[in-house]
């Protein structure tokens, strides 16, 4: 019963937010409309995938979600002041080539193992599977969150926000990349002997490429600040819900819960524990 509740809360928290930010704007309709949008891709790919009992398709619709969700937005704010500003081509460029990039490598990586274990306990229980949907769902309003405020609030010329988040932006996107390519390349290398990967980026953080995202909707959000006004600075939150949700929810918690069952009686993997930082890299 607890998750229904859950399930339930997801949706209406992001019109609650909605209602918040948008009371000096009176901008709820566009909110109202990208949620049902969001929500709507996650229940259709919810239907088929809890059938087949297969997570293969979650991360593809979660790619899926932030594209027509960008595309809407350019289309809701041409079709009401037929421009787009310098900041909104740049949100929208930058949240649609990480979202095609990352897409396209989550999707490659599950058909290549065969399954992804995070769904392991999940894909067999109806409300358990479709909780991690509409959290997906979630996960998906949370990052836009300052973007569609930008798309929603009448344009701000402020170049210096626009510059510093996206060199943040930028170098995020380029960890990220970096150290998808070298643990996918050492995961092929290693293949029988199954050796925990301590190389390159993964020598200064065990878990590089979630530091790389983080920096990715810091930057995004960065770009958004001008724009930001009252409770429109709730919006905030992005960066610290995607630090909250990749190291103790989705992703972190659960690959060193892992890593430790299959190299916890490793010397050399406990040496590496104690030397290398969880999140943040080292920098010497």
């Keep these: 019963m607890i998750r229904f509740f859950f399930i339930l809360a997801i949706p209406i928290l992001t019109i609650a937010l909605s209602f918040l930010i948008s009371i000096d704007d009176n901008q709820l309709d566009f909110f109202i409309k990208l949620i049902s949008l969001i929500f709507g891709i996650q229940i259709i790919g919810f239907i088929p995938s809890f059938y087949l ?3 293969k398709y979650y991360d593809l619709f979660g790619g899926l979600t932030f594209v027509f969700s960008v595309l809407i937005m350019i ?3 041409f079709r009401k002041t037929n421009d787009l500003s310098i900041r909104e081509i740049i949100l929208a460029l930058s949240v649609l080539f990480w979202t095609i990039r990352l897409s396209f490598f989550l999707f490659q990586r599950v058909n290549r193992v ?7 306990l999940y894909k067999y229980s109806f409300s358990k599977f479709l909780l991690a949907w509409m959290t997906q769902g979630l996960w998906v309003f949370i990052c836009l969150f300052p973007t569609l405020i930008v798309f929603s609030s ?17 170098v995020g996107l380029l960890i990220e990349i970096i150290a998808d390519y070298q643990k996918t390349v050492h995961n092929k290398l290693n293949n029988q002997e199954r050796k925990f990967i301590s190389s390159g980026l ?3 953080s065990r878990h ?23 409770f429109k600075y709730l919006s905030l939150i992005t960066p610290i819900f995607i630090y909250f949700l ?10 060193e819960e892992r890593a430790k069952k299959k190299w916890g009686n490793n010397p050399e993997y406990v040496e590496y524990l104690k030397t290398t930082p969880k ?3 080292k920098i010497f």
Excluded at 114 to 120: L, P
Excluded at 246 to 255: D, F, K, Q, T
């Design 154 to 170: 009448p344009t701000n010329s402020e170049i210096i926000y626009l510059i510093l988040g996206g060199l943040i932006y930028l």
């Design 279 to 281: 999140f943040f890299p």
């Design 202 to 204: 993964w020598s200064r």
């Design 208 to 230: 590089p490429n979630y530091f790389g995202e983080f920096l990715i909707w810091t930057g995004i959000t960065i770009i958004c600040f001008p724009v930001f006004s009252v």
């Design 246 to 255: 990749l190291n103790y929810i989705s992703g972190v918690n659960l690959l």
């Design 53 to 55: 009992k297969s997570e």
């Design 75 to 77: 289309f809701l704010k």
């Design 114 to 120: 065969g399954k992804d274990e995070r769904f392991d």
